[in-house]
């Protein structure tokens, strides 16, 4: 699909003046006369950098598309972020739209929806097809992990018998599948995983500080033994790149996320060896369209779920990626 949110608004726009009012919403797909369509929006993640662009967009987006906007920030608080949110959806909605908050931590906001009849939409909010959503578009974890391993791979001559450590973040649904799926594909390869298993950051907060002590403290423990360190998300990464560097020793960093930070340090020709793009805006727009869809006419997406490819960011094309916390 790939269409820029303000294509979607004229196009909705001149069809909304041909029909003489909005459709979609709740059970019956229609909320009548010249309503205004009504969306509730929520995150957990407004505090990271994407979570943070996603929020501005969406009310962007609102904005052009003459949306009734109800946006929720969570703060990674559930507790505080859920029953605002069942508590929107109580007041009226014609449909939901989920920002990068994984499936498995808003049950009660799931049945709210499905019990006033209100589809839910989401961006990055799972990493599998569930009825819990009419429509989940996120990346493909494997092939964030192929494209990651792959460069580690090239940069240290193979996998076989090589020590690498994987960092992960168990909460995060898409964290927690690529560290999985890397573990799985290194042992496989017949590499050694460092530490025995995946090392678990406990907080996306302090996710820096923590990877940081991680391999600092096995590099304290094992001078020279580590090859590789693949960590599930930029932040971490740059942890890991530090402690690399405080001790002197070669082994590379791959990240996710292509931060600011990220491509400055691949640039900088140090440890950072690569990070992934994954391509929010345009993923937004199709999420977008298909909301869109369903306000014209009532139309449900086809499939409720999709995973995208995504770019490998090197220093052969970082000065060509715009940083995810620089989104425009």
């Known amino acids: 699909m790939r269409t820029s949110v303000k294509a979607i608004a004229a196009a909705a726009v001149a069809l909304l003046a041909l029909t003489g009012c909005s459709s979609g919403g709740g059970s019956t797909g229609e909320t009548g006369g010249d309503a205004p369509f009504r969306v509730v929006a929520f995150t957990s993640g407004n505090q990271t950098p994407i979570g943070a662009w996603w929020v501005k967009a969406v009310e962007q987006q609102a904005d052009e598309l003459g949306w009734d906007l109800t946006m929720i920030q969570g703060d990674f608080d559930f507790q505080k972020m859920n029953p605002a949110v069942e508590s929107a959806i109580g007041q009226g909605a014609d449909a939901v739209y989920n920002g990068y908050t994984d499936v498995a931590s808003i049950g009660s906001i799931v049945t709210a929806a499905k019990d006033a009849g209100i589809p839910m939409f989401a961006i990055d909010a799972g990493t599998e097809a569930t009825d819990a959503y009419a429509l989940n578009i996120t990346t493909d974890q494997q092939e964030i992990v192929d494209q990651t391993l792959g460069a580690i791979s090239d940069a240290i001559g193979g996998l076989e018998g090589k020590n690498i450590m994987v960092i992960g973040h168990d909460p995060h649904a898409g964290i927690r599948m690529r560290a999985s799926i890397a573990a799985e594909d290194l042992e496989a390869a017949g590499a050694t995983l460092a530490g025995g298993e995946i090392q678990q ?128």
């Open 201 to 328: 950051v406990v907080s996306p907060a302090t996710g820096r500080t923590e990877a940081l002590a991680l391999v600092a403290d096995y590099l304290s423990a094992n001078p020279g033994g580590l090859d590789a360190v693949w960590v599930g998300w930029d932040d971490a990464a740059l942890g890991a790149v530090q402690a690399v560097t405080e001790a002197g020793g070669d082994a590379v960093v791959t990240g996710v996320d292509a931060t600011s930070e990220a491509i400055a340090a691949i640039q900088a020709g140090g440890p950072f060896l690569a990070t992934v793009e994954q391509p929010w805006p345009s993923i937004n727009d199709d999420v977008t369209a298909a909301i869109v869809a369903y306000q014209e006419d009532g139309t449900m997406p086809t499939s409720n779920f999709e995973a995208v490819g995504v770019t490998l960011v090197t220093t052969e094309n970082a000065a060509d990626i715009t940083p995810s916390d620089k989104l425009g």
